[in-house]
């Protein structure tokens, strides 16, 4: 099957050979002609198997007969990352298409995307929480809305969205098309599938909580203590350009990023408590291949899509073993072969077998050659860049022979008493 077998205009053909894509995916083969036809549906597919242009080119099919000033179509993603992303593929399909489509997202100021609401849009790629402040100040008007996707709906249940969705499909017209696209099936996404949905179509092209088959998945055991000489060794002495490594905190990330860095390694971190223009630099400088090392949180696990890159490492592994399979599917897309390497301390040996549980099989362990763990010692700290304080008085009891050192308070108090004793002596007062 090709794409020409959809019915899809020749823009959107054309867009699609652009990006040299020539044969549709499983999940595309399916979801397109359910989504051409109009009908709802919940689908469910291994990370980087195609989602996107799934529902992006059927959608952008059914738009391109007429723009209107008010948005028809709504996407809804988990992260500002992701958004950014969806609405970038919805551009580039829909290049030769009239239509306007504005991202929607926080930690950026309000404005330009109030002025683009009153340019008018066809298409709103945003996050449930600004989407939201938005329609509660009455700057945009939901109403003709013709289908709203939700994309990776197991995260947005994740990260606690499901209230603000609700509110958002308040303001949406009862009759529309419904889009519930995730990376697994649980109980939680059928309930939220069986109240927003309406018959839908079930579209499961993998099994649940798969990893792609093109991954090559490896585990090395290493010393809490020495995982950050561990990493920059096998950076380096692979010479790897491209690396995408997780850590389980911010402050994590942070800290890493500088060790890199002095390890000369260039790396960027991407998390939560950076500013959206911080992020989006990070991202693009690791696109462009200007750091080496992109840091991230979990909140990077959804959001980075990038077709050919090469190298995922898990420095810490995720709590929730599900998290494992999203992280190591922004490697091995479309096609392509990808590697994935946990570092694996003493104490995540439980969290390594659970996630080895949910996958179905034992992930490969590796030794690494040309580097000592065990009889090695971790990097000496750098010195302080603040003087050092004061040294405390030796309170350690002085030797017999050793003379005392009075302190001046003291040296004080013995001169007063060989005063008066020597005064007793002589008879005087």
């Known amino acids: 099957m090709s794409f020409d077998s959809f019915g899809l205009s020749q823009p959107l053909l054309a867009a699609v050979a652009r990006a040299g894509y020539s044969k549709p995916t499983p999940i595309q083969t399916r979801a397109i002609p359910a989504i051409l036809a109009g009908r709802d549906v919940l689908a469910a597919a291994q990370t980087g198997?195609?989602?996107?242009?799934?529902?992006?080119?059927?959608?952008?099919?059914?738009?391109?007969?007429?723009?209107?000033?008010?948005?028809?179509?709504?996407?809804?993603?988990?992260?500002?990352?992701?958004?950014?992303?969806?609405?970038?593929?919805?551009?580039?399909?829909?290049?030769?298409?009239?239509?306007?489509?504005?991202?929607?997202?926080?930690?950026?100021?309000?404005?330009?995307?109030?002025?683009?609401?009153?340019?008018?849009?066809?298409?709103?790629?945003?996050?449930?929480?600004?989407?939201?402040?938005?329609?509660?100040?009455r700057n945009l008007d939901l109403s003709a809305i013709e289908t709203v996707v939700l994309d990776e709906g197991d995260r947005m249940l994740d990260m606690g969205f499901i209230r603000d969705i609700k509110q958002i499909f308040k303001h949406l017209p009862k009759q529309r098309q419904n889009l519930l696209f995730s990376a697994t099936f649980s109980k939680d996404i059928r309930q939220l599938a069986a109240g927003l949905l309406e018959q839908?179509?079930?579209?499961?092209?993998?099994?649940?909580?798969a990893t792609a088959d093109k991954i090559e998945q490896r585990v090395v055991f290493v010393d809490k203590a020495r995982k950050r000489a561990m990493l920059s060794y096998l950076i380096g002495s692979n010479n790897w350009r491209q690396v995408l490594v997780f850590a389980r905190t911010k402050h994590g990330a942070n800290r890493l990023c500088k060790q890199l860095d002095q390890d000369?390694?260039?790396?960027?971190?991407?998390?939560?408590?950076?500013?959206?223009?911080?992020?989006a630099r990070a991202l693009a400088a690791f696109k462009a291949g200007k750091v080496r090392i992109l840091v991230a949180t979990d909140i990077a696990a959804r959001g980075i899509d990038i077709d050919t890159l090469p190298h995922v490492i898990n420095f810490d592994l995720p709590h929730v073993a599900a998290d494992y399979v999203h992280r190591i599917g922004r490697t091995g897309r479309a096609g392509h072969t990808g590697q994935a390497l946990s570092l694996v301390g003493p104490d995540e040996r439980k969290l390594l077998k659970g996630i080895e549980k949910l996958i179905g099989r034992q992930i490969e362990r590796m030794t690494v050659d040309g580097i000592d763990l065990h009889t090695s010692t971790p990097d000496k700290p750098q010195q302080p860049s603040t003087p050092p304080r004061r040294r405390q008085p030796n309170k350690k009891p002085q030797a017999q022979n050793q003379r005392p050192q009075n302190s001046r308070k003291r040296r004080r108090k013995n001169r007063s008493r060989n005063q008066r004793q020597q005064s007793a002596a002589t008879g005087t007062t």
């Open 200 to 209: 839908p179509e079930e579209i499961d092209v993998a099994p649940r909580n």
């Open 264 to 279: 000369g390694l260039p790396a960027a971190a991407l998390h939560g408590n950076k500013s959206q223009g911080a992020r």
């Open 49 to 137: 198997t195609g989602k996107t242009a799934a529902f992006t080119l059927p959608l952008l099919q059914r738009l391109s007969g007429s723009t209107k000033k008010t948005p028809r179509l709504l996407v809804l993603t988990p992260t500002r990352e992701l958004a950014t992303q969806v609405a970038e593929n919805v551009r580039m399909y829909g290049s030769g298409l009239k239509l306007r489509t504005t991202t929607v997202f926080g930690g950026v100021s309000e404005k330009p995307q109030i002025k683009a609401f009153r340019r008018g849009v066809d298409i709103i790629v945003a996050t449930p929480g600004r989407l939201l402040d938005h329609l509660r100040q």
